[in-house]
């Protein structure tokens, strides 16, 4: 392989590129032509095959990147590292499920949540492996290769903007966006890539980002915007949307974004703390 062919590979677009476009390759390519057909086939029940095939998927997409990146970057993927796994997935999908919870609990005691029926646990299958492998691959593509990528070249402060707009882009498509929603949606995308400059690992923002997604769809609410994604509890809303949410969901509350500052303001000023935060290439030569 000749200098020149070295260096555009080694360019951190090119590798942003590469990784994500692999990645994204053998995942579809494994769901189309190797787990679909072959549960479908296997299974009648639909919702266990679309479980089994959704897990599958997690199992691929986390092989796929950690050989891949091995291979590429030559070096220990230390983001997968499973150091206090347990411990660290349970924590922080407590946390993002605690804000939510909060928030309803506020909503119930100000008398704008109520729960009509309870529609049982099967919401644990299918539907709530779909939401393991969607924040998974969010995670990957956006947190382990762009912005991995983006704040080792250009420092975590101008990959946290980038990643935040980044992030957001393909919500802003979702039914029923707002203004409030987009604001969300940046912030959800600064908080994500901050957890990961704090502890250099997709399991925190992954774990918090799948508690949270959980906690709407669990208390009865739309998930940014989904109407279709089925609930644990069937409940009513009946409220200022400002404080209740758009029909975006709950996360689209003022005191959902307002909490979710907070988490982001938490985890910046601990990355400074700890000196986690990555300087820009020019700072780093001075």
């Known amino acids: 392989?000749?200098?020149?062919?070295?260096?555009?590979?080694?360019?951190?677009?090119?590798?942003?590129?590469?990784?994500?476009?692999?990645?994204l390759l053998i995942l579809i390519g494994f769901q189309n032509y190797v787990s679909k057909p072959l549960f479908y086939f296997l299974i009648d029940s639909k919702p266990l095959a679309d479980t089994i095939i959704n897990y599958t998927s997690v199992?691929?997409?986390?092989?796929?990147?950690?050989?891949?990146?091995?291979?590429y970057e030559k070096?220990?993927?230390?983001?997968?590292?499973?150091?206090?796994?347990?411990?660290?997935?349970?924590?922080?999908?407590?946390?993002?499920?605690?804000?939510?919870?909060?928030?309803i609990l506020i909503l119930y005691f100000l008398g704008y949540y109520k729960v009509i029926q309870f529609s049982g646990f099967s919401y644990f299958l299918a539907p709530f492996s779909f939401l393991v492998i969607a924040a998974l691959i969010e995670e990957i593509l956006f947190r382990a290769i762009l912005y991995?990528?983006?704040?080792?070249?250009?420092?975590?402060?101008?990959?946290l903007i980038i990643l935040s707009i980044l992030f957001e882009l393909p919500h802003i498509f979702n039914d029923n966006v707002t203004a409030?929603?987009?604001?969300?949606?940046?912030?959800?995308?600064?908080?994500?890539?901050?957890?990961?400059?704090?502890?250099k690992r997709i399991w925190l923002p992954f774990a918090f980002h799948l508690g949270w997604n959980f906690a709407q769809p669990f208390y009865g609410s739309n998930l940014s915007g989904l109407e279709d994604v089925g609930s644990?509890?069937?409940?009513?809303?009946?409220?200022?949307?400002?404080?209740?949410?758009?029909?975006?969901?709950i996360e689209d509350s003022i005191l959902s974004i307002f909490l979710l500052l907070i988490i982001c303001i938490i985890f910046l000023r601990l990355s400074i703390k700890k000196n986690k935060i990555v300087k820009t290439s020019y700072q780093k030569t001075q």
Not at 59 to 71: R, W
Not at 78 to 100: D, R
Not at 148 to 159: D, K
Not at 180 to 198: K, P
Request: proline share 2%; glycine share 10%.
């Open 180 to 199: 409030l929603s987009v604001i969300l949606g940046l912030l959800f995308g600064f908080a994500h890539g901050i957890m990961y400059t704090y502890t």
């Open 75 to 103: 070096r220990h993927i230390y983001e997968l590292s499973n150091k206090n796994i347990i411990k660290v997935l349970f924590g922080s999908f407590m946390l993002g499920f605690s804000i939510l919870s909060f928030v």
């Open 148 to 159: 991995r990528i983006l704040e080792n070249w250009i420092g975590t402060y101008i990959a």
């Open 232 to 249: 644990i509890l069937i409940a009513e809303f009946n409220g200022p949307e400002l404080i209740t949410g758009s029909i975006y969901g």
């Open 59 to 71: 199992a691929v997409l986390l092989f796929t990147y950690y050989y891949l990146f091995s291979f």
């Open 1 to 23: 392989m000749n200098r020149t062919l070295k260096r555009v590979i080694a360019f951190p677009i090119s590798k942003i590129i590469l990784g994500i476009g692999i990645c």
